[in-house]
């Protein structure tokens, strides 16, 4: 078949077997040869639990070596990976669970009970748990199987993976992710970003999201090259094992956090070879500030769940700040109408649509929606607003869709507003993101209460434990009455505008 990860990775395990592969923060080793192995064990436990080609693999799991294998693992027997992020609560796991029908879920120790009863009631056929530890079922049942390992014959149009986003609605979609996208996208990643293999990648990124597990580690496959996998960002864990790294990729919190340190010189960073920065919008200052504190710019991309990555700086030449640079070759990009789908000249502000072998299959079980979002002639609706200049960069200006994002995690207002407004005495409400000076953006309800007597830590503690902590308000403002147009649709374009400065005096 054409270039595919596993496969690539297989053969440089058998090819190199001792070289590093995962370099953990106590700078222990696991090589390509022992994550094949342990990766060919796991192939026979998930097979043992009945998973087939083309079954849905689910894991909800803090991140780990083995956490991590469990991607490779499942790409090796055909399944497709459904990584679920840590913050879900159980309500919104049942969502996850019920839409994609996995045949095998992976979740920690401590949600034993409360994931042994959602799968009963669903119908999950198997379960494993894994911890932080690497301790749980999954490790113990691992000594029962041999470490070769004959994997599947996957065909580039094959699904990997099922990623969840969201909808202005609330209700989430299963973007379908084949083979050939990750690997199309990593393989042209890795000469775009000239990976090879002597790099060594800091990975502080979670492994549940586009950035960490489908440009961090797939490039880092792709380019036979290592990675210091970090169990979680830890800004001084960062500066400690900075100088056995040549590329850190992260989100633009990462930067004004590292910024924040004054061991954070310019002499730390000599030796490094190329900082990224993408998932949410790095600003302007924080790529001056950084270039005039290290003499690096910061490379800052664009992608989505839906599409892996689209356009990038390039590796040599200008790194505009406020710009996330060129299409990746192979990708077209174009900016139309959001209205009639025209395309626009050059300088116009409209909606990006791309189009490439990045763009994904579709969205699980929606042909609706995806024939709403994909185009007859494979162009896809990013619902982002965008213009490019004479030189062919990109600008994302603003988001059509409404999207929020709170250090690099998407959150959409409409499933924040419906909790909110389920709250007794609350009238109606506003979910809006203003900028926050660590996060990029902070999430913000704005509410029109019926009784006076409910405050802001009322709300916040309603909606504890109904949303992931990154999707909560970090605050909650009253008014007497939410502005409206004229056809009596709440203004939020006003609301972010008059609470902008909101974040502006302290990191909340």
């Not at 797939?218 to 001084?236: E, H, K, Q, W, Y």
Request: some cysteine; aromatic content about 8%.
């Amino acid at each position: 078949m054409e270039q595919d990860l596993f496969t690539t990775f297989q053969a440089r395990a058998l090819d190199a077997p001792d070289t590093p592969f995962l370099i953990l923060p106590d700078l222990s080793t696991i090589t390509y040869g022992a994550a094949l192995a342990r990766c060919g064990q796991m192939a026979g436990l998930f097979r043992a639990a009945g998973v087939q080609p083309g079954d849905r693999l689910a894991v909800q799991v803090e991140k780990s070596p083995t956490a991590l294998l469990t991607y490779l693992a499942a790409q090796a027997i055909g399944a497709v990976y459904l990584p679920l992020n840590t913050a879900y609560t159980a309500a919104e796991v049942r969502y996850f669970l019920a839409d994609a029908r996995p045949a095998l879920f992976i979740h920690r120790p401590q949600d034993d009970a409360a994931m042994a009863a959602l799968c009963a009631e669903i119908g999950v056929p198997a379960r494993l748990t894994l911890g932080a530890d690497e301790q749980g079922t999954l490790a113990a049942g691992l000594k029962d199987y041999a470490p070769d390992l004959a994997p599947y014959a996957a065909s580039p149009g094959d699904l990997a993976a099922i990623l969840y986003t969201s909808g202005t609605t609330g209700r989430s979609k299963g973007a379908m992710l084949t083979r050939a996208n990750l690997a199309s996208n990593a393989f042209t990643l890795k000469d775009y970003w000239r990976f090879s293999q002597s790099d060594v990648l800091l990975h502080a990124l979670p492994i549940f999201h586009t950035h960490g597990l489908f440009v961090a580690t797939n490039i880092t496959i792709a380019a036979g090259s290592a990675m210091i996998l970090c169990p979680r960002f830890d800004v001084a864990e960062l500066i400690r094992l900075m100088p056995r790294a040549s590329v850190l990729m992260g989100v633009p919190t990462f930067y004004s956090r590292l910024l924040a340190e004054p061991a954070f010189t310019r002499d730390l960073v000599a030796h490094m070879r190329l900082f990224v920065s993408g998932s949410a919008p790095l600003s302007a200052e924080t790529h001056k500030e950084f270039s005039a504190r290290t003499g690096h710019a910061i490379l800052e991309r664009y992608g989505m769940t839906e599409t892996n990555m689209n356009t990038s700086n390039p590796y040599d030449g200008p790194r505009i700040p406020g710009s996330v640079g060129l299409p990746l070759p192979g990708v077209e990009l174009r900016i139309t109408d959001p209205e009639t789908g025209a395309v626009l000249p050059l300088g116009a502000v409209g909606g990006i649509e791309v189009r490439g072998p990045n763009v994904f299959k579709g969205y699980w079980q929606m042909p609706e929606k995806t024939a709403e979002e994909l185009r007859p002639d494979g162009f896809f609706i990013t619902g982002d607003m965008g213009v490019i200049d004479p030189a062919g960069y990109v600008a994302i200006v603003g988001r059509a869709k409404d999207l929020i994002i709170c250090g690099g995690f998407n959150v959409y207002p409409a499933e924040v507003e419906a909790l909110i407004d389920a709250i007794p005495g609350i009238a109606e409400s506003a979910v809006i993101g203003v900028p926050h000076p660590d996060m990029g953006e902070g999430v913000v309800a704005v509410v029109q209460a019926r009784d006076a007597a409910l405050d802001e830590a009322a709300v916040l503690g309603a909606l504890q434990g109904q949303l992931a902590r990154f999707k909560q308000p970090r605050r909650v403002v009253f008014v007497p009455e939410l502005p409206r147009n004229t056809m009596g649709k709440i203004q939020k374009k006003a609301l972010r505008e008059t609470y902008a400065t909101l974040f502006a005096a302290k990191v909340n």
